[in-house]
């Protein structure tokens, strides 16, 4: 049985029992995660929640996972103090779900998952990434701080030193380095990662359900501050988002230039 959202940014799929797919499609806008968008994620889940799934599975389709963070519809310093980290609420939302999910979530990653997108990923259970991905954290051309957990979890997992250089400098992280270093779970040919993360998703419908959620919720305790970050990250957002930096680092981005930064 398959269900869709007519006409929305992201579809929802049911394969097989126990599974839930949640497929972005906004194209156009290289999977770019607006108000809509963040909502129907966080819609997918709960629905999936509510059904008892097994497993979630979150992709971009088999041309590319997401850009991040539409910055064309993000609110601006001039729509109040508060309102540059407003979409914040709706990523925090979707990250906290995820991990307070019983569903295991795995992540399907196609060619590049960028900025809130590499967040998200970060915060799924499982990661399958065709071989040719690659994950970035482009905040500082931005003239923004990190969002979506990205600072949390890249810290913890890579190390001070590591993350840093992604989160300051912007570098890329391979979908080869991210499997070395334990980012993601698997790698696959290009094209394939959503069909394989759905082999997983229906591995995890035929086992032992109600264990496997314990044991995730075991897994959680290794994120039990997430909360406390998020809301400290929003604060930080708030306040990067009416600096001259972030004025400059959207203009050049909707401008298509290099940001000049003084």
């Not at 991990?99 to 060619?111: H, M, S, T």
């Not at 701080?145 to 840093?164: S, V, W």
Request: hydrophobic share 45%.
């Amino acid at each position: 049985m398959t269900s869709e959202i007519a006409q929305a940014p992201v579809h929802q799929e049911n394969p097989s029992p126990g599974v839930t797919v949640l497929r972005l499609d906004r194209p156009q806008r290289r999977n770019a995660l607006d108000t809509q968008t963040l909502e129907l994620l966080g819609t997918g889940l709960a629905a999936a929640a509510r059904r008892g799934d097994a497993a979630v599975v979150i992709t971009g389709g088999n041309d590319f996972f997401s850009s991040g963070g539409d910055v064309a519809s993000m609110p601006g310093p001039d729509d109040g103090v508060l309102a540059p980290a407003s979409r914040l609420t709706l990523v925090h939302d979707l990250v906290t779900s995820m991990v307070r999910a019983d569903q295991v979530i795995i992540g399907a990653v196609e060619r590049y998952a960028l900025g809130a997108a590499w967040g998200i990923v970060l915060a799924c259970d499982l990661v399958v990434a065709g071989e040719d991905a690659y994950f970035k954290a482009p905040f500082a051309a931005r003239g923004l701080t990190a969002d979506a957990g990205t600072a949390y979890h890249l810290p913890r997992r890579l190390g001070q030193q590591r993350a840093a250089a992604h989160l300051f400098l912007g570098e890329p992280l391979t979908a080869r380095d991210a499997r070395a270093a334990g980012l993601i779970t698997e790698t696959t040919a290009p094209g394939q990662a959503t069909a394989r993360a759905v082999e997983l998703a229906t591995t995890l419908a035929a086992g032992p359900t109600q264990s496997n959620a314990i044991t995730k919720s075991l897994l959680a305790q290794d994120r039990a501050d997430l909360a406390q970050f998020l809301a400290n990250e929003r604060t930080a957002m708030a306040l990067a988002g009416h600096g001259p930096n972030a004025h400059e680092g959207r203009s050049a981005f909707l401008e298509r230039r290099e940001p000049r930064f003084s």
